[in-house]
């Protein structure tokens, strides 16, 4: 099996198992961080994807929401898996989360499949090669004005911060009316790389929740950076982004540095 038909497989099968035990009760337990939540469904998938890994790439390292690392974090290939993204939304049955794995090269994302098995849409990107969705290619959304753009936000997850989220808030409200919260960042960056949204910020994220949605929006024609204008750098375990097409990007920075965010 060729790597990119791993990656797809690997993720179609962790979704399996989730979409299977999507409606059935679940034991929810609270992480270190508020609101931060994981189910024993959660475990489940990390299992299977782990040891899919593990058996087909023994001396590759392993970098998961759950586990933590596996072999190390100074690898030069790293699976960086997030075995149900959006777990809070999961466990109380509303159908926006998905399996997202993500490979990356030397630090850098080479390779994303983020699945989504209750709509059975799998979104896949190889660096150079495009970015697909149930391998028709897919291309960020034309949008070129913030009048009627969809923008996605988040809350930060240090509190302190959150008074600048909200003037952030405040600053784009000028602009649009159309935010939305959904729960999810790998599939809002999936939405983003299909044209479904047109921008995307948040902070507090870790490389779980981006690493493969990365690759899937540059490949798509769209620009990630931190709040700065920066790569996003996957070894920091609080990560910065600010996401959308080309023309909307500098805009969304802009208003970043104005609300005095970036």
Excluded at 34 to 42: K, Y
Excluded at 172 to 196: E, I, K, P, Q, W
Excluded at 202 to 215: E, H, R
Aim: proline fraction near 3%; charged fraction near 25%; hydrophobic fraction near 40%.
């Amino acid at each position: 099996m060729q790597l990119d038909e791993f990656v797809r497989d690997v993720a179609r099968g962790a979704g399996k198992i989730v979409k299977e035990k999507f409606h059935a009760p679940k034991t929810v337990r609270s992480k270190s961080a508020p609101g931060d939540v994981v189910t024993e469904v959660d475990e489940e998938s990390e299992r299977y994807i782990v040891e899919r890994i593990r058996s087909e790439y023994p001396n590759d390292c392993i970098l998961s929401e759950e586990c933590g690392s596996i072999g190390g974090v100074c690898c030069e290939n790293m699976w960086i898996i997030d075995p149900i993204d959006g777990t809070r939304n999961y466990a109380t049955q509303v159908p926006f989360f998905c399996v997202s794995i993500g490979l990356a090269h030397n630090g850098k994302a080479e390779m994303g499949a983020i699945f989504d098995p209750i709509h059975d849409e799998m979104f896949f990107a190889q660096r150079g090669a495009g970015a697909y969705l149930n391998g028709g290619r897919i291309e960020v959304s034309e949008q070129d004005s913030f009048e009627d753009a969809i923008i996605s936000v988040s809350w930060v997850k240090r509190r302190t911060d959150r008074a600048k989220f909200l003037r952030y808030i405040e600053e784009l409200s000028h602009d649009t009316s159309y935010f939305r919260r959904f729960g999810s960042a790998a599939l809002v960056m999936s939405y983003l790389a299909s044209g479904r949204v047109h921008a995307y910020i948040q902070g507090g994220l870790n490389p779980w929740d981006v690493a493969a949605g990365i690759v899937l929006i540059e490949e798509a024609g769209g620009t990630v950076t931190d709040f700065a204008g920066n790569p996003i750098d996957l070894q920091n375990a609080d990560i910065e982004i600010a996401t959308a097409n080309p023309k909307l990007h500098s805009f969304l920075l802009d208003r970043v540095i104005r609300s005095g965010m970036g």
